[in-house]
């Protein structure tokens, strides 16, 4: 009931009651973990919204550590500690919550990854080539790719496998993706549809000017908006 009510208060824009709701939902003594994560995770978006970076962070960190925490809310939590570390400056440690989130990730392909791939699009893209994040990043998301294979051929047939191994052409990615949306298989068509451009980008050319890395931004960044409004 406080955890609900502090979500009232965060609609009506009072975020001050909203953290008291949320602290009293995180403080009953009959809590159970996945009330106690779901709270903790309103009490810092809430924070973040306020400016209180520090603050969100901590309360992001008690998810992470929180045993039976569900994997959705680990996932969340993981990705929105990337962002209060970029906030307070700390590029390492948030290339490190991605790739966990990633890690995550992986051992279930239904998780919805909305919030995970918009962080990795807006961190790759301000990434500079040839780092050891970007490379990392690239890294796990091929690892990824590699884990769900078998899955992904089953769900996106050709389609998927050429984008994957062609992720450099952009117009192959517009007639691909014009097949995909086709497909049924929702769930894996969320998770690895839109990972295909953020893939691309950090394997695409290292020379940010160069016309064929200006294409795939501008492609990446029309396929991610294009998905979140449809989501």
Not at 74 to 95: C, P
Not at 141 to 162: H, P, S
Not at 172 to 178: A, G, I, K, Q, V
Request: proline residues 4%; hydrophobic residues 45%; negative net charge.
């Amino acid at each position: 009931a406080c955890n609900n009510r502090g979500i009232c208060h965060d609609r009506l824009g009072d975020n001050e009651a909203a953290i008291a709701d949320y602290t009293r939902a995180i403080e009953l003594e009959d809590a159970a973990p996945p009330q106690i994560a779901n709270a903790l995770l309103n009490r810092g978006v809430t924070q973040g919204q306020l400016g209180n970076a520090a603050a969100a962070l901590a309360d992001y960190t008690r998810i992470v550590e929180l045993k039976e925490a569900p994997p959705e809310h680990m996932v969340l939590a993981l990705v929105n500690r990337a962002t209060a570390h970029s906030v307070l400056g700390d590029a390492r440690s948030e290339t490190e919550d991605l790739l966990a989130a990633l890690e995550l990730s992986a051992r279930d392909p239904t998780l919805q990854m909305h919030n995970l791939i918009h962080a990795l699009a807006k961190t790759c893209w301000r990434l500079p080539a040839a780092t050891e994040e970007r490379r990392r990043l690239k890294g796990k998301i091929d690892a990824l790719f590699g884990t769900m294979q078998e899955t992904a051929k089953l769900a996106l047939g050709t389609a998927f496998l050429t984008i994957a191994q062609r992720h450099g052409d952009a117009r192959l990615w517009c007639e691909s993706w014009d097949y995909l949306v086709a497909l049924e298989n929702a769930p894996i068509q969320e998770n690895l549809g839109p990972l295909v451009a953020v893939r691309a980008h950090l394997g695409g050319a290292g020379d940010a000017l160069h016309p064929l890395a200006v294409e795939e931004r501008v492609f990446a960044q029309e396929f991610l908006s294009g998905f979140k409004e449809a989501g």
